[in-house]
């Protein structure tokens, strides 16, 4: 690549690695630098959905809910293998009150101020009406109602639950979704790298000169701010821009216990603070539930779910689980912080979710990039190269939206056939093991064996099935340096894992980065 490319990216989290595939797709030359690894902070501390939002109806935010809805199948066409429908059930309690200072709630007072503090059953039933139309919905299907007394739904459920709704979203792996979008982006060209941390960004002669932490230093035609929770200390500190815009930084932390119900469901909670949390199956054996939605002060790599943060999830599930959900239980904690625009709402739950694309035109062009979903990251993407190319001479069209990402090119229903077809060619394989590397890998699975014919052909094995052979790939091909990128963000093995195995799995890639 040569010394001058067309854009330099900061951050490897998924607004990062988006923009990358597009703008190579699109033909232009992209360097990424992420100080760390990639999805390091809040790409791989989301609730794993790829969602509408469905509580952002409350606050009016049509557009947002309805990109992302539209947003939810193309995503889930392009992504079979980290990404599948689920069905979430929304008990009705009408025991409950709730504290909301939304449009929706305020106007709702007016007009029924007896109602105060409860969201009628017509309401919801509206707002899922609306969800389930936005979008143009072909794929998933759509709400319907169901009698918590007579179905396996209600059974885990406390006892004065009887109804419910039950509505249609996506699961998504968010930080293999990250690891694939820049595995994709290299493999059109771009230069990916890790453990490369920007200390400077200068404009001169008309480009950028972009200085590392190691002493690299790059020039680029256009800036690309994608610093995520350090967005605005690359405008501040790094690119020294003068903007008034300012980001800020929530905090939404999560759960996870053993699994709490047998069923593939999730559940869609209303507290009494009025606010929501999931409670969502989780890697086959556990129960995931969040998130919170609180201020965040320190760096973000510092952030963690607190005891009152704990205590507060399993209070709020143990209001509608009949069993009790206790700290005892809690087997694992993570805490993500979003980097929200600071649209100057007054409470972090009312902050906007939606992006803002700043172009900052004042010499060689710097694109900041402020708050957006997971849900809707491709989007933003697109929109980002729209906003940038007027700098560019030529460049190609939309292309993303038709595009699988690497391993997803088979039907949204073909998971199941790959798994047979896999354990049919590799007959070593254990059901679970089997389907792990295509919920991982999907058509790439085969790849990540490497034709072996036996167990041992694939090397040690360090426990829940986890490779050398595997980890090499990872290394390879999705930019893992160390046991924490794979067992915590390529995977989430670390919850099956020993720390010896997995100070073991650290040794072994310690070594095979100084073969290499």
């Known amino acids: 690549m040569s010394d001058i490319t067309d854009l330099f990216i900061i951050g490897g989290g998924i607004n990062g690695c988006g923009i990358a595939r597009d703008a190579t797709g699109r033909g232009l030359t992209v360097r990424l630098a992420e100080m760390g690894d990639l999805a390091q902070a809040t ?7 790829f969602h509408g939002g469905l509580r952002y109806l409350e606050y009016l935010e049509l557009r947002l809910v309805r990109e992302a809805l539209k947003e939810r199948e193309t995503l889930l066409r392009a992504m079979p293998h980290i990404s599948w429908p689920m069905r979430f059930v929304l008990p009705l309690d009408p025991k409950m009150t709730f504290e909301s200072d939304t449009p929706v709630s305020r106007a709702l007072a007016t007009v029924m101020p007896w109602n105060k503090g409860h969201r009628p059953n017509f309401l919801i039933r509206a707002g899922l009406f609306l969800y389930d139309h936005l979008g143009g919905r072909k794929i998933l299907p759509g709400t319907s109602s169901i009698n918590l007394k007579t179905t396996p739904e209600g059974a885990p459920l406390n006892g004065r639950l009887q109804k419910a709704f ?14 694939l979008n820049a595995r994709d ?33 790059y020039r680029a035609r256009a800036l690309v701010n994608a610093g995520g929770p350090w967005v605005g200390r690359v405008i501040r500190e790094v690119a020294h821009l003068d903007s008034t815009e300012t980001v800020r930084l929530v905090r939404g932390s999560h759960i996870v216990v053993p699994k709490l119900y047998d069923h593939d469901k999730a559940y869609f909670f209303q ?8 409670a969502i199956p989780y890697q086959d054996d556990f129960t995931l539930i969040g998130t919170t939605d609180r201020d965040h002060d320190g760096s973000p790599l510092e952030a963690t779910c607190t005891p009152e943060e704990q205590e507060y999830l399993c209070n709020f ?13 809690i087997v694992w904690t993570y805490s993500g912080v979003r980097p929200l625009y600071d649209d100057g709402a007054k409470s972090a739950t009312a902050a906007t979710r939606d992006y803002v694309l700043s172009l ?49 090119d088979f039907p949204v229903d073909g998971v199941e056939r790959l798994i047979e077809d ?8 254990t059901d679970r093991w089997a389907t792990r590397l295509v919920r991982a890998y999907g058509t790439d699975a085969e790849l990540v064996l490497n034709g072996a014919q036996q167990e041992s052909d694939l090397g040690h094995s360090f426990g829940a099935d986890l490779t050398e052979a595997e980890i090499n790939w990872l290394m390879t091909h999705e930019f893992a340096r160390y046991a924490e990128d794979v067992v915590w963000r390529r995977s989430k093995l670390g919850l099956c894992l020993s720390q010896e195995e997995i100070v073991a799995i650290d040794s072994w890639m310690e070594s095979s980065r100084q073969v290499a």
């Not at 507290?271 to 999931?278: L, V």
């Not at 599930?317 to 239980?329: G, L, W």
């Open 422 to 429: 896999l354990k049919k060619k590799f007959v070593f394989l």
């Open 43 to 49: 790409s791989s501390k989301s609730t794993k959905l």
């Open 360 to 408: 900052d035109e004042q010499g060689a062009p710097c694109l900041n990039v402020f708050g957006g979903k997971i849900t809707t990251y491709r989007r933003l993407a697109e929109h980002a190269i729209e906003k940038l190319l007027p700098h560019f001479a030529q460049t190609g069209p939309a292309w993303t939206a038709g595009a699988p990402l690497p391993g997803g």
């Open 317 to 329: 599930a143990s209001q509608y689980f009949a069993k009790p959900v206790t700290a005892d239980q």
């Open 185 to 217: 982006a290299a493999m059109k060209g771009a230069d990916i790298m890790v453990g490369a941390k920007v200390t400077e960004a200068i404009r001169q002669d008309g480009l950028w000169r972009v200085a590392l932490e190691d002493g690299r230093v």
């Open 166 to 179: 039950e509505y249609s979203d996506c699961w998504i792996d968010d930080a293999r979704l990250v690891s």
């Open 271 to 278: 507290g009494a603070d009025g606010r929501i949390i999931f």
